[in-house]
């Protein structure tokens, strides 16, 4: 099976990196986000693969806070993201908020699922290494879940996510990585109802599934995707608007930031 037929079979919904972007900040700004009220959050994995699109969220969104650990896991805890909250700009409607969050996978073919090709590199190479490592340990039969001070994030990522395994099974990697991507969406939910106050605050929550194909292409699979703005949550789409739907969008968005234009001014 082609890696084509494997994205259509495992992640149909999926779109390039620059797509869900472009697509996703469309949907923010119908909410009243924007580059110059709104500050991202950014948790994907340390692997390098993972920055091109980061690099698509800074250029469209500017500065971004990294709040990254292996595999994508959110380990900065409450300080972490109290800090990030001090960074947003001043607006008198109230901080703007988003957080993108999300585990990769590498896919060459369906023979080759947890694999992909680097720059400079001519030998095959594993993605997500993090998660490829921990289901290599579960078959192997000798897991340790202890905390390892000499290997903290990846001692804490099988601490989080053995609650998510059935007890005797290992899953397929795409399968590890999608309850891997369920426990970064607990973790962010848990984090902002513990440092958000949403009476002063709004945000929203893009997660998903980032992966790397063949010839340098990412896609990026959508999963929990919402903004909650003045206490309410709006879900978002990253299909594109017919045109009277946009139009009434971009009357709504613009009533929304009418205050924030005004004071920039």
């Keep these: 099976m082609s890696f084509e037929d494997t ?3 495992h992640f149909p919904t999926a779109v390039t990196d620059g797509e869900f ?3 996703s900040y469309a949907a923010l700004r119908a909410h009243g986000f924007q580059p110059m009220n709104t500050f991202a959050g950014v948790g994907l994995c340390r692997d390098e693969l993972t920055r091109p699109f980061a690099d698509k ?3 469209t969104w500017g500065e971004t806070f990294n709040i990254s650990s292996l595999a994508g896991m959110l380990f900065l805890g409450t300080a972490g993201f109290t800090a990030s909250l001090h960074h947003a700009p001043d607006d008198d409607q109230g901080t703007r908020h988003i957080y993108f969050a999300m585990p990769h996978i590498g896919i060459n073919s369906s023979e080759e699922i ?3 090709y680097r720059s400079g590199q001519q030998q095959i190479s594993k993605a997500c290494g ?3 490592a921990f289901r290599e340990e579960l078959e192997s039969g000798t897991l340790r879940v202890d905390l390892d001070p000499d290997n903290l994030e990846q001692s804490m990522l099988k601490q989080r996510l053995i609650h998510k395994l059935r007890y005797g099974k290992v899953p397929g990697l795409i399968t590890m990585t999608k309850l891997t991507h369920e426990a970064i969406l ?3 939910e ?5 440092t958000i106050d949403t009476s002063r605050s709004h945000y929203a929550i893009l997660t998903g599934i980032q992966i790397h194909g063949p010839h340098n292409r990412t896609y990026i699979w959508p999963g929990k995707m919402y903004a909650v703005v003045e206490g309410k949550r709006h879900p978002l789409s990253l299909e594109k608007p017919a ?3 946009k139009k009434k969008l971009v009357r709504r968005a613009g009533r929304s930031l009418g205050g924030a234009n005004r004071r920039k001014r």
């Design 190 to 194: 848990r984090m902002i109802r513990l």
């Design 130 to 132: 993090a998660l490829v």
């Design 21 to 23: 972007v472009t697509r």
């Design 7 to 9: 994205l259509a079979t």
């Design 243 to 245: 045109d009277g739907a």
């Design 57 to 59: 969220i800074r250029e």
């Design 114 to 116: 947890g694999w992909c």
């Design 186 to 188: 607990e973790d962010l």
